[in-house]
């Protein structure tokens, strides 16, 4: 189970917290704050999915397409974007430079945490020649 959560001074997303859990969202602009500047709970976290309809669409109609890949519907995505663009004629979304930047972190860690959690520098792959 992952979690993952965004917080800004205008809004807030916390992801899914456990099965079942869905994820919420706050925007000032849409429910101000109770206690701006204070502590605690103060403000009103709506679901995420109210807005999906609004904002993605395409992603609430293919639902069940992605549903059949793999990593939870990611796969869909990445594969779409990559297709869409080439019948385009334009680059790819995530050229080799970005995938690098995504991928280096995950055989570095384990390296680090087999030489007993030691740091280990992720190169930048616009240097390699």
Request: aromatic share 10%; hydrophobic share 35%; charged share 25%.
């Amino acid at each position: 189970m992952d979690y993952y959560a965004l917080q800004g001074t205008r809004g807030s997303f916390e992801g899914t917290r456990g099965f079942g859990d869905p994820p919420r969202i706050w925007l000032e602009e849409l429910e101000p704050a109770d206690r701006p500047g204070k502590s605690g709970p103060s403000v009103h976290w709506r679901l995420l999915a109210e807005f999906e309809q609004e904002f993605i669409p395409d992603r609430v109609a293919a639902r069940a397409d992605a549903a059949r890949t793999g990593h939870g519907g990611s796969d869909y995505w990445t594969m779409k974007a990559f297709v869409d663009a080439f019948r385009r004629g334009e680059p790819s979304p995530v050229d080799v430079y970005r995938a690098l930047d995504c991928s280096l972190p995950g055989p570095l860690a384990l390296e680090s945490a087999r030489q007993g959690g030691v740091p280990i520098d992720i190169p930048n792959p616009r240097d390699f020649t």
